[in-house]
């Protein structure tokens, strides 16, 4: 066989190798203009390697942050160690559009992407050699499952019926906040809230309607506080508050602004509209307290000595008399 047709076979094969491989295969210079530029490149890109080969990668690609991709590649040249880039820092290098249109969730192709260097005779990099691998469908497989574990870990935080955090993790936030104000003494308030006569409700209307009023009521908590504040549901038509840098009288101003916002408000259920009020206790820490209860007991004290004074009302620890 003749040199000439035995460096076409040879060419025949090489391209053929790079055609059937599902891998994006660039070789690059050191000024960044592309020698090689395969099938899986050219289907991805629309760009065939006639039109790029010789030319600037950078000048196809805008999208490619030049000054980053270079920095990545500096040491394969200088230093002759490979480079690897995956989806989780950079989704990817070059946009392309996803290899399923129809069946993916993704509008684009996710990539993980090599880059090692090509010795010359000399044994100086001269070349670089980028391999780009479509990960697409792993990417959006573990998007999935980070997803569905956070929704998870958000409805094993949250109560189903108002919103706002369930008693189980809202406990877990006061203690930590507790623990905290132990090490740091800060101005922060506990409170306790119930609506009145809820069992009447429940028996008047149903439970349906009773359900109502505590959504009603949670999203006027939500309505009243701060997106800092703790906010749970801590059983039936009882609610709880954490309120960070916030003195007594600050939080009574709060409670109070919820409690005339609830005695101004009425839930329309069927063709009635139900009336409802709130009782509030309110606790500022102190050093005194040596365990987490104390401090909500002594906000659960002043809520019952609002319902004993009547209901309707904002009382402090501070006011509620030793028995």
Request: glycine content about 4%; some cysteine; hydrophobic content about 40%.
């Amino acid at each position: 066989m003749s040199n000439i047709a035995s460096e076409m076979a040879n060419m025949h094969w090489q391209h053929d190798l790079l055609s059937s491989i599902e891998v994006g295969i660039i070789v690059l210079d050191k000024d960044y203009n592309v020698e090689v530029w395969n099938q899986f490149m050219e289907n991805h890109s629309d760009v065939r390697p006639s039109q790029i080969a010789g030319k600037n990668v950078f000048k196809f690609f805008p999208e490619v942050d030049e000054q980053w991709f270079k920095r990545k590649c500096e040491p394969v040249f200088s230093m002759g160690t490979p480079a690897f880039i995956i989806w989780e820092q950079r989704p990817y290098v070059f946009k392309f559009g996803t290899s399923r249109p129809i069946t993916s969730t993704s509008d684009v192709m996710y990539q993980n992407v090599t880059i090692f260097p090509l010795a010359s005779t000399s044994g100086k990099t001269d070349r670089i050699c980028v391999l780009v691998y479509d990960v697409t469908d792993q990417a959006v497989a573990k998007k999935n499952i980070e997803g569905l574990n956070q929704r998870l870990q958000e409805v094993s935080r949250v109560d189903g019926l108002t919103g706002l955090f369930n008693r189980r993790y809202w406990q877990e936030r006061y203690e930590r906040e507790f623990k905290m104000a132990v090490r740091n003494k800060p101005d922060i308030c506990a409170i306790m809230l119930d609506i009145d006569h809820f069992k009447k409700v429940n028996d008047t209307y149903g439970h349906h309607a009773g359900d109502l009023v505590i959504q009603r009521l949670a999203n006027l908590v939500k309505l009243a506080t701060r997106e800092t504040d703790i906010t749970g549901r801590y059983g039936g038509e009882e609610f709880s508050i954490v309120l960070p840098d916030t003195t007594e009288r600050k939080a009574k101003i709060v409670a109070e602004r919820l409690r005339k916002l609830v005695s101004l408000d009425a839930v329309a259920y069927e063709d009635i509209n139900i009336k409802y009020t709130i009782s509030v206790g309110i606790a500022q820490f102190s050093p005194k307290y040596t365990q987490a209860s104390q401090w909500l007991e002594d906000a659960d004290k002043a809520l019952y000595q609002a319902k004993e004074g009547g209901r309707n009302q904002v009382v402090l620890a501070s006011e509620v008399k030793p028995t």
